[in-house]
């Protein structure tokens, strides 16, 4: 595969605009619920029309595989919830982190949902992710806000890992712009009617500007972006392209939020950060 210039930076402003969503989630001064469902039916949306201008759009499945969707749709609103709830009670750069705990579920569950080996590497890259993890949270105290973030953002970690092996399936299937589509269709519905039984909500300015972009550039625009790299750039070095998420997350809440990541936080970053990569660069052979 030729891989060339356009689709770095498809990839790159992808990634970067996945890392901007952690911190619209602060900025947007909404319950994680209200934001997950403006992200997922703004998206939908979005996805659709996308989906049509090109012709793309294909009539919805009634199988098996769709009730594998729905499954899917549910671990995706359950997953942004977490997550922006992990960002929300902690910081930017400890919710992204946490989160990126999810290659530590990956390894053990993908021999169980496909039955491969566990191979050292992997464990290895595992262990090295749990050590930066415990470095974020070793000056912290039982109960402090650092410790609820993390917590939160690694169930975030292992509802995307879940999510993951699903997709791996459905993505065989079905284009991946298409189940972007339906799983964002179905998050906004799981939590529809909670947000509805829910007190009234009043929305501010930088509330709506917030969600407008969350759902637009952070999810759908994204999304395409990062499939349309694809087609020029391997999948290897895209995946390790992604392991920057929580880097450029950091960046741009220290630029747009003001939050300064502490030494602790620095330190175990740049371990889990520079071990993901390592593990997508031994899974790629060579990038």
Known sequence: MRQDSSGLLQIHTAVLLFGLAGVLGKL?????????????????????LLLAATKKLTALRTDGNFALQALAGLLLALHW????????????AIGLLAYCSFPVFTTFLEPLFFRER?????LIAAAGVSLGLLIIVWPCKWGD??????????VSGFLFALLSLLNRGL?????????AMLQNGVAGLVFTLPAL?????????????GLILLGVACT?????LFIAGLKTIRVQLAGVIAALEPVYGTVLALLLAGEVPGRWTVAGGVLIVGTTMAAMYWRAGKV
Request: aromatic share 12%; with cysteine.
């Open 28 to 48: 947007v001064h909404q319950p994680p619920l209200v934001i997950v469902l403006a992200r997922t039916w703004i998206a939908f949306f979005c996805l659709g």
């Open 81 to 92: 919830w977490t997550f922006f709830k992990a960002i929300q009670v902690s910081t930017v």
């Open 118 to 122: 566990f191979r050292l590497r992997d």
């Open 145 to 154: 806000r650092a410790v609820a973030g993390m917590l939160w953002g690694v």
């Open 171 to 179: 993505v065989a299937r079905d284009s991946a712009l298409q189940v």
């Open 197 to 209: 039984m829910g007190p009234p909500l009043s929305f501010s300015a930088v509330d709506i500007a």
């Open 220 to 224: 759908a625009l994204a999304h395409a």
